[in-house]
T-cell receptor, first 117, second 114 residues
Framework: AQSVAQPEDQVNVAEGNPLTVKCTYS??????LFWYVQYPNRGLQFLLK??????LVKGSYGFEAEFNKSQTSFHLKKPSALVSDSALYFC???????????????FGSGTQLTVLP | DGGITQSPKYLFRKEGQNVTLSCEQN?????MYWYRQDPGQGLRLIYY???????QKGDIAEGYSVSREKKESFPLTVTSAQKNPTAFYLC?????????????FGSGTRLTVV
């Protein structure tokens, strides 16, 4: 079974400072990893993904994430936070299609990011 | 523009009443999903469907039912058997050729029991 852990329910950071939102995963085989963002009363929006290739993945709105296979982590980062980055962030994992996972994503419990002005 | 449309945005249910949440997509996606979101619990899978006329239970299917009569539509019925239906419901879809991109989500329906 695949699983995702987001160990922090809440992350607070001052505007202009770097931010990190943590994610660790467990899956059979090489993982497909995703980050989504959710604003209040809205659906989830895709931020970035790791399928294969470079361990550092760049996504929307200046976000990036680093895949670390040995630590089974996929932490979300941004060099300089904005107040508008305040939202709920979800990490998700999927096993490769060949594993018969029916393309299912498993989501973490979410991390509320608050950027303070 | 292609996307997923969920309706209504807000829904109120009386005790003992069945209600149906609509999810329509024009992305030509094969697979569709329903998730329930509660504060602090992330997203929990209710039902999913990979093809028309076929669907599978997710982790919390009790008290819910679905149908997939058309590729574009995957409505969710919250039955009176669901004892705690107040939550935010999200519909998502993906296709075989674009599954590397994960899911496309609708904007959600907030259901409240009154």
């Amino acid at each position: 079974a695949q699983s995702v852990a987001q160990p922090e329910d809440q992350v607070n950071v001052a505007e202009g400072n770097p931010l990190t939102v943590k994610c660790t995963y467990s899956v059979s085989g090489n993982p497909y990893l995703f980050w989504y963002v959710q604003y209040p009363n809205r659906g989830l929006q895709f931020l970035l993904k790791y399928i294969t290739g470079d361990n550092l993945v760049k996504g929307s709105y200046g976000f990036e994430a680093e895949f670390n296979k040995s630590q089974t982590s996929f932490h979300l980062k941004k060099p300089s936070a904005l107040v508008s980055d305040s939202a709920l962030y979800f990490c998700a994992v999927r096993a490769p299609i060949s594993s018969g996972s029916a393309r299912q994503l498993t989501f973490g419990s979410g991390t509320q990011l608050t950027v303070l002005p | 523009d292609g996307g997923i449309t969920q309706s209504p945005k807000y829904l109120f249910r009386k005790e003992g009443q069945n209600v149906t949440l609509s999810c329509e997509q024009n992305l030509n996606h094969d697979a569709m999903y329903w998730y329930r979101q509660d504060p602090g619990q992330g997203l929990r899978l209710i039902y999913y469907s990979q093809i028309v006329n076929d669907f599978q239970k997710g982790d919390i299917a009790e008290g819910y039912s679905v149908s997939r009569e058309k590729k574009e539509s995957f409505p969710l019925t919250v039955t009176s058997a669901q004892k705690n239906p107040t939550a935010f419901y999200l519909c998502a879809s993906t296709s075989g050729s674009q599954s590397n991109y994960g899911y496309t989500f609708g904007s959600g329906t907030r259901l409240t029991v009154v």
